[in-house]
Every structure is written in structure tokens, then in C-alpha cells.
């Protein structure tokens, strides 16, 4: 890197509710790790709030995590909240959004690169008021699109939540001046507020040194049953439901769903089905260490992801990380990335058209897939896709 781009900038990553004490999402925590290598000086702001389990990290969690990265790492209190979809996450929310203002005012200036994920929204809003004031360069890494991917039953609180996310991206979004997103779909979002904004697709992929030893394990030529897996959380955007029904009085197929200790929206009407209809294909696997997750994949054949929104999420890169073709359920920017790479296949979200697929399904296309694999994996190693977000800090 140039001495005197290490020298000059410094690059501010906030990251509110992900870091490396979170077991979900670790992108930005591995940005900063490549970052800090290429000689960046560079601040890891987040909060002692974990979202994904509604709890607080201790002093001691935060002094372990303080001393395991080679940056700086900053930790603000949060508020929190118990329900996604509450008056309290919005208030939390923005007492923290405007905590962070507090912080980096005084710390930002024309030199400073900084680096924000695209929700909450509050954090947007606050992060353009920065550009204005300060003038230093937002990156925006569109990884989820408030207020479309947040799923509100009742309509008239969608209505305000519409409301309360449009004024806030409508005010901000022309005041960034730079984006990466991470599936094709994201562009309309962004164009939607900032019709004259450009974004660079940089999907999330995944770290090489997690699956360095799967290569060789997963080589072997697939017999029957074949070992489909859906890693995630069974939130209300992952319905396997459709999959269950086709495995009933199937022999061929084994289910195995990673990730959900029970705490998922949907996690009580799929074991619910399970028993009922003694689906013994089907395994609940909890959640798991991402250190582990290749200790599993490396026994799989096929992996699933039944998600109704429109979105590339980390699962997709995990399984090509580890050489599994992969079957997406619907019509989505992952079923449109699957065909376009012929890394899998797509059917219609019903177990009519499952059923279909494994009726139909053949040993032989299942091998194909994955040599296909083996030619674009290292496409979507961090590694490669970090040096995009190096040189678009650096443009």
C-alpha cells in the first residue's frame, strides 16, 4: 500500500451490532482484520448489545474481544431491546446512532474513511451529517434494505415504520458518497432514494482459513440418501416447510437444519410437523460455532436456502466454501446468482415442484455442480472481494 495513504487516513468501521464477540454476520470484522493488514490505521466502533440473542456482553467478553483483534476497538453502551419490532429498538436505536456522532465529531475530518452498514437508519442519517459537516468519505455497505426486508404483520405499524425509514433515507442517502451492496436487488433500493448514486456489487463471501480442510474431505462421489442441510435461523424469511412436506415417505433424502436452538419464529411449527408426521429424514442441529460449520458441511451433498426475500446471505458462500451445490427455493437475486454461476437449481416455492426435483434428481448433475464450484470458489474468497472495498477507499 502507499505510504502515504497509510499515513493519511484512517478508516472508521461501525458496526453496531456486529463484531467478532457476535457469532452472526462477521463481515465488517474481517474487513477490518484485511485492513489492518494492508497498513490502514483503523477503529472498530460497535455496541455491547448482541441482537441476535437480546443480551448485553459482560466486561470480561468485552476485554477478551479487546485483545483478540490487532485494531482498535471501541464499545458503546446500548439501551437494547427484547423485540425486534418495538418502540424500544426504534429509541435504542437512535440513543445509540447519536452516541456514535458524539464519538466520531471530534475524530473525523477530510482525511477519514468511514465505513457503515446500511441499518439502522439512524446510523445512516447520522453518518451523512458527518459528510456535510466534516467532509470525510461514507462508505455504504448495503447488506439489508430497511424498511422493505423487515417483515411487519400488522399493517398499520408497517405504515409508520414506511414512514419513519423513508424520511430518514430520503434526507441521508444523497449524502453518501460511496456503495457496495451485496445482492443485484439492493441497486433498486438505493436508486429509489438516490436516483443519481452508483453502488459496486461486492457479495458478502467467506473466510478461506475456516474451510481450509474441506477440499479433500468433500471429493467423494455422493451416494444415496443424499444429505440436503439449510443453515439459519427459522426467523419468519426461512420456511422450510415446503421441504418437509416433499420428504414425507421418502427414503432417498436426509434434512438436516442447522442453527436454531428453538428461539426461531418458525421453529415451533416445523418440529411440530416433524413429530407429528415422524419424519425421521429430518435433524435439528442448534447453533453452532462458525469455526465448526465445516465439521458439518463436509458430510452434506446439497445446500438448501428457502428464503422468501430477496437477498445473497452468508449461508450461499458458506456452502460454496464448502463445494456444495446449492437448491434455492423461489424466484430471488439468489436463484438468479445460482443459474447464472450453474452452482445448483432453482424451484418454485411448493413442495409440489421439490417433490419434482427429487424425483428427477441425478448423481451425475450433483457432480458436475461441484467441479463448477471448484472453478468460481475463489471468486468469493474475502480475500479477493476485500481488495475491491481497498480500492475503492483508495479511488
Given at each position: 500500500?502507499?505510504?502515504?495513504?497509510?499515513?493519511?487516513?484512517?478508516?472508521?468501521?461501525?458496526?453496531?451490532?456486529?463484531?467478532?464477540?457476535?457469532?452472526?454476520?462477521?463481515?465488517?470484522?474481517?474487513?477490518?482484520?484485511?485492513?489492518?493488514?494492508?497498513?490502514?490505521?483503523?477503529?472498530?466502533?460497535?455496541?455491547?448489545?448482541?441482537?441476535?440473542?437480546?443480551?448485553?456482553?459482560?466486561?470480561?467478553?468485552?476485554?477478551?474481544?479487546?485483545?483478540?483483534?490487532?485494531?482498535?476497538?471501541?464499545?458503546?453502551?446500548?439501551?437494547?431491546?427484547?423485540?425486534?419490532?418495538?418502540?424500544?429498538?426504534?429509541?435504542?436505536?437512535?440513543?445509540?446512532?447519536?452516541?456514535?456522532?458524539?464519538?466520531?465529531?471530534?475524530?473525523?475530518?477530510?482525511?477519514?474513511?468511514?465505513?457503515?452498514?446500511?441499518?439502522?437508519?439512524?446510523?445512516?442519517?447520522?453518518?451523512?451529517?458527518?459528510?456535510?459537516?466534516?467532509?470525510?468519505?461514507?462508505?455504504?455497505?448495503?447488506?439489508?434494505?430497511?424498511?422493505?426486508?423487515?417483515?411487519?404483520?400488522?399493517?398499520?405499524?408497517?405504515?409508520?415504520?414506511?414512514i419513519y425509514c423513508n424520511t430518514y433515507l430520503y434526507l441521508s442517502l444523497r449524502y453518501i458518497d460511496k456503495f457496495i451492496h451485496i445482492a443485484p436487488f439492493f441497486e433498486n433500493w438505493l436508486s429509489r432514494y438516490s436516483k443519481k448514486s452508483k453502488s459496486q456489487f461486492i457479495p458478502l463471501g467467506f473466510d478461506s482459513y475456516r474451510w481450509?480442510?474441506?477440499?479433500?474431505?468433500?471429493?467423494?462421489?455422493?451416494?444415496?440418501?443424499?444429505?440436503?442441510?439449510?443453515?439459519?435461523?427459522?426467523?419468519?424469511?426461512?420456511?422450510?416447510?415446503?421441504?418437509?412436506?416433499?420428504?414425507?415417505?421418502?427414503?432417498?433424502?436426509?434434512?438436516?437444519?442447522?442453527?436454531?436452538?428453538?428461539?426461531?419464529?418458525?421453529?415451533?411449527?416445523?418440529?411440530?410437523?416433524?413429530?407429528?408426521?415422524?419424519?425421521?429424514?429430518?435433524?435439528?442441529?442448534?447453533?453452532?460455532?462458525?469455526?465448526?460449520?465445516?465439521?458439518?458441511?463436509?458430510?452434506?451433498?446439497?445446500?438448501?436456502?428457502?428464503?422468501?426475500?430477496?437477498?445473497?446471505?452468508?449461508?450461499?458462500?458458506?456452502?460454496?466454501?464448502?463445494?456444495?451445490?446449492?437448491?434455492?427455493?423461489?424466484?430471488?437475486?439468489?436463484?438468479?446468482?445460482?443459474?447464472?454461476?450453474?452452482?445448483?437449481?432453482?424451484?418454485?416455492?411448493?413442495?409440489?415442484?421439490?417433490?419434482?426435483?427429487?424425483?428427477?434428481?441425478?448423481?451425475?448433475?450433483?457432480?458436475?455442480?461441484?467441479?463448477?464450484?471448484?472453478?468460481?470458489?475463489?471468486?468469493?474468497?474475502?480475500?479477493?472481494?476485500?481488495?475491491?472495498?481497498?480500492?475503492?477507499?483508495?479511488?
Amino acid at each position: 500500500m502507499d505510504n502515504q495513504i497509510t499515513k493519511n487516513q484512517k478508516i472508521y468501521i461501525v458496526g453496531l451490532t456486529e463484531s467478532n464477540m457476535t457469532m452472526r454476520g462477521n463481515r465488517h470484522p474481517s474487513l477490518a482484520k484485511f485492513l489492518t493488514k494492508k497498513g490502514y490505521t483503523l477503529e472498530y466502533i460497535t455496541s455491547d448489545f448482541y441482537h441476535a440473542e437480546k443480551i448485553w456482553f459482560t466486561y470480561k467478553q468485552i476485554s477478551i474481544a479487546k485483545e483478540e483483534v490487532p485494531y482498535k476497538l471501541t464499545v458503546l453502551k446500548c439501551l437494547g431491546y427484547k423485540r425486534n419490532i418495538s418502540i424500544r429498538r426504534i429509541v435504542s436505536n437512535t440513543l445509540l446512532s447519536l452516541k456514535t456522532f458524539l464519538y466520531l465529531f471530534p475524530r473525523v475530518n477530510k482525511k477519514t474513511v468511514l465505513i457503515i452498514p446500511s441499518r439502522p437508519v439512524e446510523l445512516i442519517f447520522i453518518s451523512a451529517l458527518l459528510r456535510i459537516l466534516k467532509r470525510n468519505s461514507v462508505i455504504l455497505d448495503i447488506q439489508d434494505i430497511w424498511p422493505d426486508a423487515l417483515i411487519i404483520k400488522n399493517k398499520t405499524k408497517r405504515l409508520l415504520f414506511t414512514i419513519y425509514c423513508n424520511t430518514y433515507l430520503y434526507l441521508s442517502l444523497r449524502y453518501i458518497d460511496k456503495f457496495i451492496h451485496i445482492a443485484p436487488f439492493f441497486e433498486n433500493w438505493l436508486s429509489r432514494y438516490s436516483k443519481k448514486s452508483k453502488s459496486q456489487f461486492i457479495p458478502l463471501g467467506f473466510d478461506s482459513y475456516r474451510w481450509k480442510n474441506i477440499a479433500q474431505a468433500n471429493k467423494a462421489k455422493p451416494t444415496y440418501p443424499i444429505n440436503i442441510v439449510c443453515v439459519g435461523m427459522l426467523q419468519h424469511q426461512i420456511d422450510v416447510m415446503p421441504i418437509l412436506m416433499s420428504l414425507k415417505g421418502r427414503s432417498d433424502f436426509h434434512f438436516t437444519i442447522i442453527g436454531d436452538d428453538g428461539d426461531g419464529e418458525r421453529y415451533e411449527e416445523v418440529f411440530n410437523y416433524v413429530q407429528k408426521n415422524s419424519l425421521t429424514n429430518v435433524v435439528f442441529v442448534g447453533q453452532i460455532k462458525p469455526e465448526n460449520m465445516e465439521t458439518y458441511l463436509k458430510k452434506m451433498d446439497i445446500g438448501v436456502l428457502p428464503m422468501i426475500s430477496s437477498s445473497i446471505p452468508n449461508k450461499i458462500f458458506d456452502y460454496i466454501a464448502a463445494y456444495l451445490p446449492i437448491l434455492v427455493l423461489g424466484n430471488s437475486d439468489s436463484a438468479l446468482f445460482v443459474k447464472d454461476q450453474s452452482i445448483g437449481w432453482n424451484v418454485g416455492y411448493n413442495s409440489d415442484e421439490i417433490s419434482i426435483f427429487f424425483d428427477n434428481f441425478c448423481i451425475e448433475d450433483l457432480a458436475e455442480r461441484k467441479k463448477r464450484i471448484s472453478k468460481i470458489r475463489d471468486l468469493y474468497d474475502r480475500d479477493y472481494l476485500f481488495q475491491q472495498v481497498k480500492q475503492l477507499i483508495e479511488s
